[in-house]
């Protein structure tokens, strides 16, 4: 009776309040690797912070004085050049770089260390007799009269802007008397300015087998030069005009056509081409609160080429 009674008092209440039991599986645990988060961990810690950051540079690209830069980087082929070297002088950062130190014609781009070897000299109002030997040199050439006086500052702008072989054999001629003698101290000035890829045999860039730099050296070269308030002045002008003792006025263009196509930055720099060399260009991009070296060797599309390191928007050109 006392085991009956125990049955009565205590089962029945279990059995109204709970639910029959069913036999469970036994529970398995799958252990995470903390090293391998799912697929929604990676998206969120590592798909979207980089998607938003590719956002903002994309974005910054396009800002007017933002990150113009990041074209360079994302399309480097538009650029045809073969060696190719520029650098923000602001923080000296390398901002576009091919082959910097290949040895390539320099063509007309040499006429940069032409004017700062006549610079260091000759006055800018001193007078240059042209003789014939510098009026028969191959184009392009100015024009000028054979006997007739020139101020050193006529032959330079003539040489800069419009890239005038016969301004450049006259007045290496009135420095050191012959073209050879001018060309060894050509060299010596590059060695000064720490150009260590090239040998100058002539001060025109008319092609000759030895005569090589690198796109390196022409950006070291290139900073003396606009580094010249003169020859600066001179790079800025759209046309030249300059008269001899004969009277004949010469007038000439600037071959540098970025001083029409693109308004800001300021681009001012010094072309050159022959078949050899192809297309040439060294020269400085002034910004508001830069300055950007631009030097490039044997290009295929120069003005292009400018557009892409620079990150010049269609838009903009």
């Not at 022409?218 to 004969?246: E, Y």
Request: net charge positive; with cysteine.
């Amino acid at each position: 009776m006392l085991f009956a009674k125990r049955v009565n008092t205590i089962r029945p209440t279990a059995l109204k309040n709970e639910a029959p039991q069913l036999e469970q599986p036994v529970p398995t645990f799958r252990r995470e690797n903390p090293a391998r988060p799912g697929l929604r961990g990676w998206v969120r810690d590592r798909f979207f912070p980089v998607l938003i950051l590719c956002l903002l540079f994309a974005v910054a690209s396009q800002a007017e004085g933002g990150i113009f830069f990041f074209r360079r980087h994302h399309h480097p082929a538009q650029v045809t050049a073969q060696a190719v070297y520029a650098v923000d002088y602001t923080n000296r950062q390398v901002l576009f770089s091919r082959n910097p130190h290949g040895r390539f014609y320099p063509a007309s781009t040499v006429k940069l260390l032409t004017a700062l070897v006549v610079l260091d000299h000759k006055d800018l109002k001193d007078k240059v007799v042209v003789s014939g030997r510098a009026t028969c040199v191959q184009p392009t050439k100015a024009g000028l009269t054979c006997g007739a006086t020139y101020t050193v500052e006529d032959l330079l702008e003539v040489l800069l802007a419009t890239s005038a072989n016969d301004a450049a054999v006259a007045l290496a001629e009135a420095v050191a008397g012959t073209q050879e003698k001018f060309a060894w101290m050509m060299n010596e000035k590059a060695k000064a300015l720490g150009a260590k890829d090239s040998y100058f045999t002539n001060p025109t860039g008319l092609p000759d087998r030895r005569q090589l730099t690198s796109a390196y050296d022409l950006t070291l070269i290139s900073r003396a030069a606009f580094s010249k308030p003169f020859i600066a002045s001179v790079m800025k002008r759209k046309v030249v005009v300059i008269a001899g003792s004969d009277g004949k006025r010469i007038v000439r263009q600037n071959h540098n056509k970025m001083l029409w196509r693109v308004p800001y930055p300021l681009v001012l720099g010094k072309t050159g081409y022959t078949i050899a060399a192809k297309h040439c260009y060294a020269g400085i991009a002034y910004y508001d609160d830069k300055r950007v070296s631009i030097v490039f060797m044997k290009s295929h599309k120069p003005w292009l080429d400018i557009y892409s390191i620079l990150g010049i928007s269609k838009k903009h050109r």
